[in-house]
């Protein structure tokens, strides 16, 4: 994997069940290749400095709860929906979930499906500590981990790389390097939904708690199917 002039190129593979859906994403937002849109979704995780909680937990799980997730994931995809995903809905009905589930059955397994991602030089060497620190085990563990939470919000994105002029996609990559250089994080959209459903602003910890929560219950009711 050679330096470029557009950056570092590498090879990834993402689960087959999840591809389909992945495709039409890309699609959704203007892009010709999953290239660009899975580095927004690396630059926008590099920014936020957020736990992942939720996506690790179904990395971590067994092959058939990830299909099942995956599955259902796909099922639900449309392009154009409002920010009303799997995951919104399970942190409003949580006491509900099995109603929020579909059960679609067991899922038919289907193999890997590799794609090239071009990573922005100044980007890469943030992108390679930010995967192992958060405990992936690949960065194409990491990407399906993005795509998943992706899916799992759905609605559209604050910013759309497609639109960026150069010189704005280079402020942007400066803005990503300074956030990781500070090493801070700050909430995502799903805490603050977390904390309206609890009715008041939740710690750090109280956070990550309801995370774990809820990704039980995800785990449970969904990829019961394993």
């Known amino acids: 994997m050679g330096r470029m002039a557009k950056g570092i190129r590498k090879n990834i593979s993402v689960p087959g069940l999840l591809a389909p859906a992945l495709r039409l994403r890309t699609q959704e937002f203007g892009h010709r290749t999953v290239s660009p849109f899975a580095v927004d979704l690396i630059c926008y995780d590099l920014r936020t400095g957020a736990p992942h909680t939720i996506t690790l937990a179904i990395c971590r799980d067994t092959q058939a709860a990830q299909d099942a997730v995956d599955s259902e994931l796909a099922a639900r995809y449309e392009p154009g929906q409002k920010r009303n995903g799997l995951l919104v809905q399970i942190i409003e009905h949580l006491a509900e979930v099995r109603s929020v589930a579909r059960h679609l059955g067991a899922p038919q397994a289907l193999k890997t499906e590799a794609e090239r991602i071009t990573i922005p030089a100044v980007i890469w060497p943030l992108a390679e500590i930010r995967w192992q620190e958060l405990g992936y085990t690949s960065l194409s563990a990491y990407v399906t981990g993005l795509v998943r939470y992706d899916l799992l919000l759905g609605g559209p994105h604050l910013f759309n790389g497609r639109d960026a002029r150069r010189e704005v996609q280079t402020a942007l990559n400066r803005e990503t390097q300074e ?19 609890q009715g008041r602003p939740l710690t750090g910890v109280e956070l990550d708690g309801k995370k774990a929560e809820i990704a039980r219950h995800l785990l449970r009711h969904v990829g019961a199917k394993s």
Do not use: N
């Open 179 to 197: 956030a990781r250089e500070r090493g801070q994080s700050r909430k995502l959209f799903l805490d603050y939904l977390i904390e309206r459903a």
